[in-house]
């Protein structure tokens, strides 16, 4: 059975720091695209990462030099670091993965920065 469990959200203040996993299971990682989205109250599901199974990583230009998507291989995981948060960070996060007709979502977990 395939699974995709986040962890890791929280509330943090401004500037502060929070790491998102999600661990899968039922599947390997190996061949497949992951992407990290969020949806703020209100709005839209937006993509924020993703990175390639060939390794290049692609953020939206708001988390640039602030977050960090990566994977474990070893450990089927993969992650969201996220660094100088700021309130328009709020969110739910969803971590997503892809290969080809393939698409797996986990349930979100959620993300508060204020003060």
């Known amino acids: 059975q395939v699974q995709l469990v986040e962890s890791g959200g929280g509330s943090a203040q401004p500037g502060g720091s929070l790491r998102l996993s999600c661990a899968t299971s039922?599947?390997?990682?190996?061949?497949?695209?992951i992407y990290w989205f969020r949806q703020a109250p209100g709005k839209d599901r937006r993509l924020v990462a993703r990175?390639?199974?060939?390794?290049?990583?692609t953020y939206i230009d708001s988390v640039k030099d602030r977050f960090t998507i990566s994977r474990d291989g070893a450990k089927n995981t993969v992650y969201l670091q996220m660094n100088s948060l700021k309130p328009e960070d709020t969110a739910v996060y969803y971590c997503?993965?892809?290969?080809?007709?393939?698409?797996?979502w986990g349930q979100g977990t959620q993300v508060t920065v204020s003060s």
């Open positions: 997503n993965v892809q290969k080809f007709y393939q698409t797996y």
């Open positions: 039922g599947f390997t990682l190996d061949g497949y695209d």
């Open positions: 990175l390639t199974s060939g390794g290049t990583t």
